[in-house]
Antibody, heavy 127, light 112 residues
Framework: QITLKESGPTLVKPTQTLTLTCTFSGFSLSTSGVGVGWIRQPPGKALEWLALIYWDDDKRYSPSLKSRLTITKDTSKNQVVLTMTNMDPVDTATYYC???????????????????WGQGTMVTVSS | QSVLTQPPSVSAAPGQKVTISCSGSSSNIGNNYVSWYQQLPGTAPKLLIYENNKRPSGIPDRFSGSKSGTSATLGITGLQTGDEADYYCGTWDSSLSAPHYVFGTGTKVTVL
């Protein structure tokens, strides 16, 4: 059974750096075709994808936030860490991590989706 | 702003059918698989459809997905009160400097 859980501060001040940890079980991030992504959702608004790290340490970032984001993995601890610098009140949101797969199917199309999600952690940015 | 456009809301009576559209472009839906996610009130999203029309284990066949060109559609038949939720499409986008994932603007389904 795959589970993921986000942890980190609930309140950060503007300009500070946010560090979130996703601790997971039921899979290994050293297994081919596995990834973990981060997605956030401001109160009452839509989902926004942030970043994804693959089993081979390849990384993808949201173009609009790339300069502020860093995603890393610790395979031995079954953890993925997301850091976001220069936090602003508009970054107030629930932050989710999610398990994903990635492979190219027989037609050559890239298949990837977020199939198992953590419960999310609410982060408020305020002075 | 999301590059995938969905209607803000759709509604129907119990037992009826609703469809939710997701409009994109050749850089995203046109050349990539589409997924759909259901988010019940106060909960994390759940994968409903992947690779345009496949359902993960445990998802009832009342939920269906399709794709044509640069648009995708989620259909829900036999609507139930438990289907009241926000629904999001998602796919990869190859525009800009590097591939990145994008979600739709979201659609709220109301059961009348």
């Amino acid at each position: 059974q795959i589970t993921l859980k986000e942890s980190g501060p609930t309140l950060v001040k503007p300009t500070q750096t946010l560090t979130l940890t996703c601790t997971f079980s039921g899979f290994s991030l050293s297994t081919s075709g596995v990834g973990v992504g981060w997605i956030r959702q401001p109160p009452g608004k839509a989902l926004e994808w942030l970043a994804l790290i693959y089993w081979d340490d390849d990384k993808r970032y949201s173009p609009s936030l790339k300069s502020r984001l860093t995603i890393t993995k610790d395979t031995s601890k079954n953890q993925v860490v997301l850091t976001m610098t220069n936090m602003d009140p508009v970054d107030t949101a629930t932050y989710y991590c999610a398990h994903s797969w990635d492979y190219y199917d027989s037609s050559g199309y890239y298949s990837n989706a977020f199939d198992i999600w953590g419960q999310g952690t609410m982060v408020t940015v305020s002075s | 702003q999301s590059v995938l456009t969905q209607p803000p809301s759709v509604s129907a009576a119990p037992g009826q059918k609703v469809t939710i559209s997701c409009s994109g472009s050749s850089s995203n839906i046109g050349n990539n698989y589409v997924s759909w996610y259901q988010q019940l009130p106060g909960t994390a999203p759940k994968l409903l459809i992947y690779e345009n029309n496949k359902r993960p284990s445990g998802i009832p066949d009342r939920f269906s997905g399709s794709k044509s060109g640069t648009s995708a559609t989620l259909g829900i038949t036999g609507l139930q009160t438990g289907d009241e939720a926000d629904y999001y499409c998602g796919t990869w986008d190859s525009s800009l400097s590097a591939p990145h994932y994008v979600f739709g603007t979201g659609t709220k389904v109301t059961v009348l």
